[in-house]
């Protein structure tokens, strides 16, 4: 089956750049989804830049800008991997669902966590009163649904995609960690606070301990980080890429449960 794509097409009369007419050719709802969160970051980038107001030693933009990013990230992948399948099943009620559903947990997410930036509040762990308790839950709930949706797609992969190369091979994967790992990292670290403050740079992680974001980073990008990785086995080792890719694999596994230990410790 081909999975040719074009280098533009047109929307409304008018051609779109070669990325977003093959994210929308793949998908147009996560397509426009994933270019209006990059969008709307121009605005938050400026938003932190010039508001002072920060959340336990935090920056007040510093959260939502990072959740656009990522969620642009998530969405053009996905979009991405809908684009390999073929035209009947990634028109079909199930794919299309599958990509509303996504854009729907993530905007619901991304909106209110901004909105208690503009409001100087936190978002995540407050339970200062039943509304934002009830809020703080219902983004959990939305964090599982969004994630779950990887392996669903994951599956239409391997059922519909042939050849199954490196790179599909990879993303099928990939998709399947970020599901599994990010519900699991996500339910330990609903429960510990990261340490007040800034840490690293660019990211604000805290690397002595109590901090399990490293985890959860690795497990949420993994829909990333597998098909390049199955890119690579496919482009240097093409002899033996089921071996390598399973090394890689079971070594990004290992480097999640690794980020988990040192999260669970306490802060030192």
């Given at each position: ?130 509304f934002h308790a ?40 990939g998709l399947v ?92």
């Amino acid at each position: 089956m081909s999975t040719a794509t074009l280098p533009e097409e047109r929307h409304g009369g008018r051609r779109l750049p070669g990325v977003l007419a093959r994210l929308h050719r793949g998908q147009p709802a996560l397509a426009w989804f994933a270019a209006a969160m990059l969008l709307l970051a121009l605005p938050t980038l400026l938003a932190l830049s010039l508001d002072p107001r920060t959340v336990h030693g935090v920056a007040n933009w510093a959260k939502p800008l990072k959740f656009m990013v990522s969620t642009a990230l998530f969405a053009a992948t996905m979009a991405w991997a809908i684009g390999l399948l073929p035209e009947a099943v990634r028109r079909s009620r199930t794919i299309v669902a599958l990509a509303w559903l996504a854009v729907g947990t993530a905007s619901f997410e991304v909106g209110y966590i901004s909105l208690q930036a503009a409001l100087g509040s936190p978002s995540h762990y407050n339970t200062a009163d039943a509304f934002h308790a009830a809020m703080f839950g219902l983004m959990g709930i939305a964090a599982v649904v969004l994630v779950s949706t990887q392996a669903v797609l994951a599956r239409a992969l391997l059922r519909h995609v042939r050849p199954l190369t490196p790179l599909v091979l990879g993303l099928a994967i990939g998709l399947v960690l970020t599901c599994v790992l990010s519900i699991l990292s996500g339910f330990l670290l609903g429960g510990l606070r990261p340490p007040a403050g800034s840490g690293l740079p660019l990211f604000g992680w805290h690397a002595g301990g109590g901090d399990l974001r490293p985890a959860h980073f690795l497990a949420v990008h993994a829909q990333q980080l597998l098909p390049l990785a199955g890119l690579a086995v496919q482009r240097l080792l093409p002899r033996r890429p089921a071996a390598a890719l399973c090394a890689f694999t079971a070594a990004y596994v290992a480097g999640w449960a690794w980020l988990v230990v040192i999260g669970l410790r306490p802060p030192g």
